[in-house]
């Protein structure tokens, strides 16, 4: 795709799941990728691949959560590069349980990383692409940023809150240039399954019986990359997201019986500790 053509693109989260898969795709469409990660190693370890196998492509060790750290790193690339064309902002961690489990150190957890962090890339790329006149912000959110999850709260409050500050911004910046999109992905074959944290859950268990057939990241990747291209401000995916949308949107309550079968099935799974 022309879009991406010798465009220069930061990635957050790009070590692994989503975010690497973004940054590879990126790569084979032209792009200059500047993959970025808490975890260093993961990330050096995306821009090598990208490298050796001739694309372009560079890592830096970025903590969303960290302002002053995000706007460094979007400082340094404009210095570099001259221009920052993409600033995807795909972080994001996962943590599963029922409310009443919950402690506030984990709503902390999860909106420091999925929400805060998507807030400082977001206004830190937002002024310098307002100054170029052109740019293009991409948030991941989810499916579960349209409608409710049983069992992830702090997930999916972080994640409601992406789709509202992408959609919003994304009027405020169309007189000045800038474009916004967000990323609803539905059930994705990710490392992030494993990687959450599940509270008073048997983990295995509940990921032995996930309801739903997850699709292969990489594929996921092409298709966001053209909703990106076309410019969507909704870029949801696969169809079973899209149509679980489609249900919410035009029939609000259809899906509540649905939302609390899952939450009875989701008991299933609790422990005592």
């Not at 994001?92 to 984990?106: M, P, S, V």
């Not at 420091?112 to 790329?125: E, F, K, R």
């Not at 999109?181 to 944290?197: N, R």
């Not at 739903?212 to 401000?233: Q, Y």
């Amino acid at each position: 795709m022309d879009y991406f053509k010798d465009k220069i693109a930061i990635v957050t989260g790009g070590a692994s799941g989503i975010g690497r898969a973004l940054c590879r795709e990126l790569s084979r469409n032209g792009s200059v990728v500047v993959v970025t990660d808490i975890n260093s190693e993961g990330a050096e370890k995306v821009a090598s691949e990208i490298s050796t196998g001739g694309g372009r492509a560079s890592a830096a060790s970025l903590d969303v959560c960290q302002a002053e750290d995000v706007q460094q790193i979007i400082d340094d690339v404009v210095s570099e590069h001259g221009r920052l064309d993409f600033m995807f902002n795909n972080a994001g961690i996962a943590i599963a349980g029922e409310t009443r489990d919950t402690t506030i150190d984990h709503w902390r957890r999860v909106l420091d990383v999925d929400l805060h962090g998507v807030v400082y890339g977001t206004t830190a790329a937002y002024q310098v692409m307002v100054k170029q006149g052109f740019g293009h912000i991409v948030n991941t959110a989810s499916l579960v940023g349209l409608g409710p999850l049983p069992g992830g709260a702090s997930y999916c409050a972080a994640k409601h809150a992406v789709v509202g500050l992408s959609t919003t911004l994304r009027l405020e910046a169309a007189d000045l240039g800038v474009k916004v999109s967000v990323i609803c992905p539905g059930a994705i074959d990710t490392e992030i399954f494993q990687a959450s944290t599940y509270i008073r859950l048997n983990r295995d268990e509940l990921l032995g019986n996930l309801p739903l057939k997850a699709m292969d990241v990489n594929r996921f990747a092409k298709r966001a990359l053209k909703g990106v291209a076309r410019n969507r401000e909704y870029i949801v995916i696969p169809f079973t997201a899209r149509f679980i949308w489609w249900l919410l949107r035009l029939y609000p309550g259809m899906l509540s019986p649905w939302g609390r079968h899952i939450c009875r099935d989701l008991r299933k799974y609790r422990t005592e500790s």
